[in-house]
């Protein structure tokens, strides 16, 4: 509601959308933005399960959601998912993103928007204890890409759907299984 009401005060009420108008936005568009999302999202699974699979601090990070989380059923796990990809995204990219590029215009404006919302996205995603700080480091640089990725689409479907994919398979994942962080000696 934040985000749709700041969104409406600056003139812009459609936050879903880059610019102020939906002429020209197809239902195929609509679709590839879904696709794209969902498809960067589940290479960005892949990377996490990639880095859990090499690293300690991933599979630290890993258990310490864990235990952070408690027991999650599905219903929790798609809610949680959804209301944060949908109300992160409509903040941050949404309403504060296009603020800041309209505050400064041109190429400074888009710089400064993709950067300072990915900065305070990272702010809201600070864990309690340094074991998170791979996490918020990861947070800011997705920032980033969803800001690149909703000046990409123009909409902001893309950027939902990777965050609702990333975070609906890696909650999953947490949930259903710790992570061994010794490794036996051979």
Known sequence: MLAITWGALRGH????????????????????????????????????????E????????????????????????????AASAIGEECLFRGALMLHLWQAIPGPA?????????????????????????????????MGVVLGGLFVLTGDLLAPIAVHFTVNLLNLSDIVRRELPTQTALA
């Open 54 to 81: 090499r690293f300690c601090w991933a599979k630290t990070l890993h258990n310490e959601f864990r235990h952070v989380l408690g027991p999650l059923n599905r219903r929790d796990i798609l809610v949680v998912a």
């Open 109 to 141: 404006g888009l710089l400064v928007g993709v950067l300072g919302s990915a900065l305070l996205f990272s702010l809201l995603h600070i864990g309690p204890g340094s074991q998170f700080v791979p996490w918020t480091v990861s947070a800011l640089l």
């Open 13 to 52: 009420p459609n936050i879903l959308l880059l610019t102020r108008s939906a002429v020209g936005l197809r239902m195929g568009h609509l679709l590839s933005s879904v696709a794209l999302g969902g498809s960067l999202g589940l290479l960005l699974v892949l990377l996490t399960r990639y880095l859990q």
